[in-house]
């Protein structure tokens, strides 16, 4: 299994990235996924989840309106646009399954927003 975060990098505040997760080794079109994130010093926290076939979407209440969670089960990628950036965005973001989630994770993509 392999769990791939990309995408990650520095803007500034109001700024928009999208970050993408490829997926291997396990059949992704048959699971709801999740992106996390975990600032320094903090616990990893949801983000936003989709249901496998995506047509359910749901979010913290912090990026609600701001962030939208998409997936491609042809491709197995998972991804993340993420809009009107805030310095508390500021994490290394990482997916997963939502329910039953692997223990090893990926390595995480870094988003740091920042003036």
């Known amino acids: 299994v392999q769990l791939v975060e990309s995408g990650g990098g520095l803007v500034q505040p109001g700024g928009s990235l999208r970050l993408s997760c490829v997926t291997s080794?396990?059949?992704?079109?048959?699971?709801?996924m999740t992106w996390y994130r975990q600032a320094q010093g903090k616990e990893r926290d949801l983000v936003a989840s989709?249901?496998?076939?995506?047509?359910?979407?749901d979010y913290a209440d912090s990026v609600k309106g701001r962030f939208t969670i998409s997936r491609d089960n042809a491709k197995n990628i998972l991804y993340l646009q993420m809009n009107s950036l805030k310095l508390e965005d500021t994490a290394v973001y990482y997916c997963?399954?939502?329910?039953?989630?692997?223990?090893?994770w990926g390595q995480g993509t870094q988003v740091t927003v920042s003036s």
């Open positions: 080794g396990f059949t992704f079109s048959r699971y709801d």
């Open positions: 997963n399954r939502r329910w039953t989630p692997f223990d090893r």
């Open positions: 989709i249901t496998y076939t995506g047509a359910r979407t």
